[in-house]
Nanobody, 126 residues
């Protein structure tokens, strides 16, 4: 069974940077695609960035965040630069293999992912 573990969250001032990492353990070879999601208090969980056959970004983070996945496919990172207070949220690592043929049509939608980490808090102060 695949398990996802995030690390790297914390508190920074606006304009600062953080790097999140996610390590997949277990049957990680079964994963087809991975992504980062976030959920702010009182808001729905939203896709931030995803990596599979291609890379996708939420327009709100494009140009500021960079997602990468290692060749083995076991580690996913999210480099976050020029952070803004509105980036404050719990960030979740997600992975999936159920929709391997259709994932590309909705790579930032929660419903495409069947594996989730516990999340890591990111707080950006103004």
């Amino acid at each position: 069974q695949v398990q996802l573990m995030e690390s790297g969250g914390g508190a920074v001032q606006a304009g600062g940077s953080l790097r999140l990492s996610c390590v997949a353990s277990g049957a990680a070879g079964s994963i087809n695609y991975m992504g980062w999601f976030r959920q702010a208090p009182g808001k729905e969980r939203e896709g931030v960035a995803a990596a599979g056959t291609n890379i996708y970004y939420n327009p709100s983070v494009k140009g500021r965040f960079t997602i990468s996945r290692d060749i083995a496919g076991n580690t996913l990172t999210l480099q976050m630069n020029s952070l803004k207070p509105e980036d404050t949220a719990v960030y979740y690592c997600a992975a999936g293999n159920v929709y391997r043929n259709t994932w590309f049509a909705a790579p930032l939608e929660v419903r495409m992912y069947n594996l989730w980490g516990r999340g890591t808090q990111v707080t950006v102060s103004s």
